[in-house]
């Protein structure tokens, strides 16, 4: 029995050993490391992935005949990783839209949007905001010498043309309860649908919308504005060390007045 007892002894000496080695373990791996520190991730990846719009035309634009992705949003997103990272970090561009932005922010494809997104309590519920980088506001688009010149002529029998995943359609049935709205993919969509007849009006924010009329002339803005839209950077929820990097960027964008140049550059009030 001696024996036994004394090979039950040292068992159980090399259990508890082999659990206290296994619980340092786990207290470093979950204790400050890389993958809990987005900016050293990013560092150490040496790029910044950053959801832009393909679509808007002024904020992120594809053009069909260069293949270059440019707007404010992207010189914007440029500009803050610049101010973060230095010359370390390269920023990779990935496509997102209204409907998919979230999605892939949530999924790590992005690392944050900048993407002509409203901050609103819904959205911030599942994910984080920057300060605001940008005031819009939901107006309309028609072809001119349209009847409709604001939301108050939306009435029974309009149809209203906005993209799905955007806060555009919820705020125009409250705005005009009686009108029909068809919600499309992207844009684009949305806009040759427009053109081709299918709806009396497109909305959402006048931004978007003053890109759509600087590209064709046939169309032009109205109404003024019935919403406020105020944009801001989106990043995965808990992000905290990467969303005060980014406030504290576009503080010093705009005291710098480097803010400013760049949205002179692409938008016209």
């Known amino acids: 029995m001696g024996k036994v007892k004394k090979w039950l002894a040292t068992g159980l000496i ?20 890389a993958s809990d520190d987005p900016i050293k991730k990013i560092e150490d990846r040496g790029k910044l992935v950053v959801g832009v719009k393909y679509d808007t035309y002024l904020f992120g634009y594809k053009d069909p005949k260069t293949g270059k992705v440019e707007g404010f949003d992207v010189d914007i997103a440029k500009a803050i990783s610049k101010k973060i990272f230095g010359d370390k970090v390269k920023v990779e561009l990935k496509e997102v839209t209204s409907k998919t932005r979230i999605p892939m922010l949530q999924n ?24 605001v980088y940008f005031d819009a506001g939901q107006s309309l688009l028609v072809k001119k010498g349209s009847k409709i010149k ?26 005009a309860p009686d009108t029909t709205v068809l919600e499309y993919e992207n844009y684009q969509e949305a806009f040759t649908a427009l053109k081709s ?24 803005v109205v109404g003024g504005t019935f919403t406020k839209e105020p944009y801001g950077i989106a990043m995965k929820k808990g992000n905290t060390k990467l969303v005060k ?10 005291d710098s007045g480097e803010y400013d140049k760049i949205k002179n550059k692409w938008i016209k009030e």
């Not at 296994?22 to 470093?28: L, P, Y």
């Open 14 to 33: 090399f259990v508890l050993a082999a659990a206290l080695v296994a619980g340092c373990g786990k207290s470093k791996t979950t204790g400050g490391s």
């Open 108 to 131: 790590g494809d992005v690392d944050m949007v900048v993407a002509t997104m409203t901050i609103t309590p819904d959205r911030k519920k599942v994910v984080d905001f920057s300060d």
């Open 150 to 175: 604001s939301v108050k002529d939306l009435t029974k029998g309009t149809k209203v043309l906005t993209v799905k995943g955007a806060t555009s359609g919820d705020n125009v049935k409250k705005a």
């Open 197 to 220: 007849g299918k709806g009396d009006a497109l909305t959402t924010d006048n931004s978007i919308l003053f890109g759509m009329a600087a590209q064709d002339p046939n169309y032009q």
């Open 245 to 254: 990097a980014v406030n504290k960027a576009l503080k010093e964008l705009k």
